[in-house]
């Protein structure tokens, strides 16, 4: 697969990540350790709903874990800084770009650095543009922060889903009062992966209109083969108007840790920030959370290319069992992430198709318009699983749906 190898320097002679993905998901353990995915519903309730995969960390992030637990103390890290680093470190290898690691701020996840960003960058009234359906919570932004909510929906057609460029050329001139531009890439819930041209042509869009683009980049690291993540602010003239966001959170599943980053590529821009939005008020990151991250970047390249490897098998499963079993199915095949976007609507499973899959199918997935203008009759599923549970999961939803 594209890159499999090129990550091997990061691990500093390691062998990976000391250990491979073990293709196993032990249900018991996960619902006594109080994981939200697997605690929401009672034993007999499969869960492939919320964007977290179940194979992770990584062994050599759970040494770390261990480390810090066994030290003498747990006060304030000074490795917090050391985040900036690790990642441009990553990034240089894995995507061919280097981020400046003097301009990265740490955050507690990738969603404070939206919320921040739109502080610090917007006032009250002005426009927030959101690419629906996308993440449910993009759709608070706006109405929590006292900003209007504008849409630029995407367009699905016999390719899959896209950004209609034109659509938002029309949005920006209409609207000038949009000042915000919420960009998910790779996007969530449709897996697209948006070309380097199209970026470029959103980077150019947002410039001309004196737009802020926030691009939530968490889902970079899952891009399966024919695919490639393209960085938002690697592209040109992209610097003195974008800010993205990452977190090592989804590719390892440390998102409970709280660690993630907003990047920027201009001094400038980064300057008006930290005075729009002082450091204290963020909060700071959590010790554990930095020490994951960090491992997981210096030390995760090969355990992730198996992780990729195994979650591109699981991708095509779910297409497949769809076309063969349930042709009536709508479902295009993922670029990215370990999502996948399910047209349910000629099943006629009222207006909340998810919660008929729990009662008809002992499966939770997400809930379809929750992701805002196109989601209706869809589901969200999650085959960031075993490959066992994700079979049991299929074979579920295909006799429900088969009756």
Known sequence: MAGVRRGESNDGGSGGARGPVTDHVDETAKRAGGNLKWG?????VLPAWIAEHDLGPPPVVRDALRRLADLPDVGYSRRAADLGGAFADWCEVRHGWRPDPGLVVPTADVLQGIWAVVAAFSEPGEGVITTPPVYPYFHDVAPEMGRRSLECP???DAGGWRLELDDLATLLEREPGARVLLLCSPHN????LYSRADLQAIVELTHRHEVILVSDE???DLVYPGGRHCPTLALPDAAEHTVALFSAG???AISGLRAAIAVFASRDLHHRFNKAMPPHLLGGVGRAGVEAAITAWQHGAVWLDELVALFERHRR???DVLATELPAAGCHLPASTFLAW???STFELGPDPAARLVE????RTSEGHAFGTGGVGHVRLNFGTSTIVLQEILDRIVKALRS
């Open 154 to 156: 995407l367009r699905h």
């Open 360 to 363: 008809t199918a002992q499966v």
């Open 189 to 192: 819930p449709t897996g697209h």
């Open 250 to 252: 989804k590719a390892f």
């Open 218 to 220: 968490i889902h970079f």
């Open 342 to 344: 399910l047209d349910l």
């Open 40 to 44: 929401v519903d009672p034993p007999g």
């Open 317 to 319: 499963m779910v297409v």
